[in-house]
Every structure is written in structure tokens, then in C-alpha cells.
Antibody, heavy 120, light 109 residues
């Protein structure tokens, strides 16, 4: 069965960085983009960007350029997102989700989310 | 960016029909494809895909959920509403870089 398994919650200090993972299983990893999506407490959903696991090509929401960096390890079917220069505004749940590279079928599988808390 | 507008909340009685709307700031349709998708999110859980491309039921989703619309106006219908459907519902477009509506919280009347 398809799964996107994300790493655990993080408590980090302002100004630091955090790197989280999203391990995919149960499907052909390179056939789907991995998107990263932010949800602040009690708020809606916001697209951060995406990575193509086959090509490694990335696209970032302008708002998150310089904040987020995506990488992928095809050998382990794992996508990573690093967030830098963290501020309290970065406190949120971060989801990974897959989107087919050739068909608009929505984000059909999501990870369980990583809660990142930025606090001194 | 394409802005998606949803009403913040909708109150409904169990067993009745719920109609949740989503309006896009520009068309999200390409040819015959309406690139709007709907999700359900319960507290503490990740969103779940309900409907893709405006009217296609995602795998494992009950038939009481349905979607319609084209261009800029889309609707998610739940009929009849069950207690398990109390959640927040989001629309999302993939015509351009993805954006989400602000969410509609479905509440019991």
C-alpha cells in the first residue's frame, strides 16, 4: 500500500535550521512529484514547492525561496526538506504529499505531517 | 496566483444535504479538464483527497460525496451528511501552481 512516512516532531531555536524527511513506499517513486505543504496552527494550507524525484528538478513558491530547500535520495525513495533561518512564523505542521507527474488527480496521498515548533 | 474563495463555515443537520462552494479568481479549466480537487481534514489529521478533477470520486470515498462545476465555480456536495463528515473541507486548484481555498468548517446545526 502507498505510504508517505514523515520524520518526527521538531523543537528548534530561532535562527537555526531543520531537515525533515518523507519516505515513500508502495509505488514507483519517480512517477510522482513530492510536494511540501505548510499548515500553521488553526490555519489553512499553503504550497511550499515541489521536487521531481526522477529529475531532481525543483519549483518553489516565491514566498519560500531562500527558506526551503528540497532534496531527494532515489535509492531510499526519500524526499527531504530543509528549512533555514527559522522564526516563530515557521511554527507549523509540514506535510509531504504526492502528485502524479502526468495526470491531475490531486494530492492523493499525504504524509502524517511534521510539527515544527520554533521557540527559544 | 489563483485565489480560491470558500465560505468559512456551514451548519447542517445530520441526514441533510451539505453544499460547499469554491470560487476561483480565474478559470481552472483546461479543455474538458476541470483542475479542481477537494479534501477533507479532521483535527490532528492530514488532509484526505475526496474528489479530483471536479467530479471524480477518489478511491475509497463513499458515494454520498460528489463534486461538480467548471470554470470558476465548483461545488462539493455531501448527501446525506453523517456524523463522521464533521470536518473542514478545502478546495485546491492545479491549473497553475497549486493554491488552496481557506477551508469550510462543516458544523452540526
Amino acid at each position: 500500500q502507498v505510504q508517505l512516512q514523515q520524520s518526527g516532531a521538531e523543537l528548534v531555536k530561532p535562527g537555526s535550521s531543520v531537515k525533515m524527511s518523507c519516505k515513500a513506499s508502495g509505488y514507483t517513486f519517480t512517477s510522482y512529484y513530492i510536494y511540501w505543504i505548510k499548515q500553521r496552527p488553526g490555519q489553512g494550507l499553503e504550497w511550499i514547492g515541489r521536487i521531481g524525484p526522477g529529475s531532481g528538478d525543483t519549483n518553489y513558491n516565491e514566498k519560500f525561496k531562500g527558506k526551503a530547500t528540497f532534496t531527494v535520495d532515489k535509492s531510499s525513495s526519500t524526499a527531504y526538506m530543509q528549512l533555514s533561518s527559522l522564526t516563530p512564523e515557521d511554527t507549523a505542521v509540514y506535510y509531504c504529499a504526492r502528485f502524479h507527474t502526468m495526470a491531475h488527480r490531486g494530492f492523493d496521498y499525504w504524509g502524517q505531517g511534521v510539527m515544527v515548533t520554533v521557540s527559544s | 496566483d489563483i485565489v480560491l474563495t470558500q465560505s468559512p463555515a456551514l451548519a447542517v443537520s445530520l441526514g441533510q444535504r451539505a453544499t460547499i462552494s469554491c470560487r476561483a479568481s480565474q478559470s481552472v479549466s483546461i479543455s474538458r479538464y476541470n483542475l479542481m480537487h477537494w479534501y477533507q481534514q479532521k483535527p490532528g489529521q492530514q488532509p484526505k483527497l475526496l474528489i479530483y478533477r471536479a467530479s471524480n470520486l477518489a478511491s475509497g470515498i463513499p458515494a454520498r460525496f460528489s463534486g461538480s462545476g467548471s470554470g470558476t465555480d465548483f461545488t462539493l456536495t455531501i448527501n446525506p451528511v453523517q456524523a463522521d463528515d464533521i470536518a473542514t473541507y478545502y478546495c485546491q486548484q492545479s491549473r497553475e501552481s497549486p493554491t488552496f481555498g481557506g477551508g469550510t468548517k462543516l458544523e452540526l446545526k
